[in-house]
């Protein structure tokens, strides 16, 4: 069983940046790729940046590639999401997610097995 916990969410102003966590419980963290995703408002969950187990792969959804960064720590069991530029259309839960089968990652949140409980992110105009 793999825990995930998320933190970093918050109210920003736009233009503004945060920086989300989410640490895993378990030490083969570093086979898995990891997801984040969100939801808006009356939205269903959405893909927004992905990235595989080494940490050479990355994948953004179009609507924040230039504005956000997923990187991870091995050592540290974590995985982030550097926010930059942050508009109001970013309001969401986000949520990160572990892929336990597979190293490489994925945009479907079928393929990911685990998940956090989600952090919300707020961004004010």
């Known amino acids: 069983q793999v825990q995930l916990v998320e933190s970093g969410g918050g109210l920003v102003q736009a233009g503004g940046s945060l920086r989300l966590s989410c640490q895993a419980s378990e030490r083969t963290f570093t086979n898995y790729a990891m997801g984040w995703f969100r939801q808006p408002p009356g939205k269903e969950r959405e893909f927004v940046a992905a990235i595989s187990w080494s940490g050479s792969g990355t994948d953004y959804t179009d609507s924040v590639k230039g504005r956000f960064t997923i990187s991870r720590d091995n050592a540290k069991k974590t995985v982030y999401l550097q926010m930059n530029t942050l508009k109001p259309g970013d309001t969401a839960v986000y949520y990160c997610?572990?892929?336990?089968?597979?190293?490489?990652?994925?945009?479907?949140?079928?393929?990911?097995?685990?998940w956090g409980q989600g952090t919300q992110v707020t961004v004010s105009s």
């Open positions: 997610a572990a892929r336990t089968y597979y190293s490489t990652y994925h945009r479907g949140a079928d393929q990911y097995d685990y």
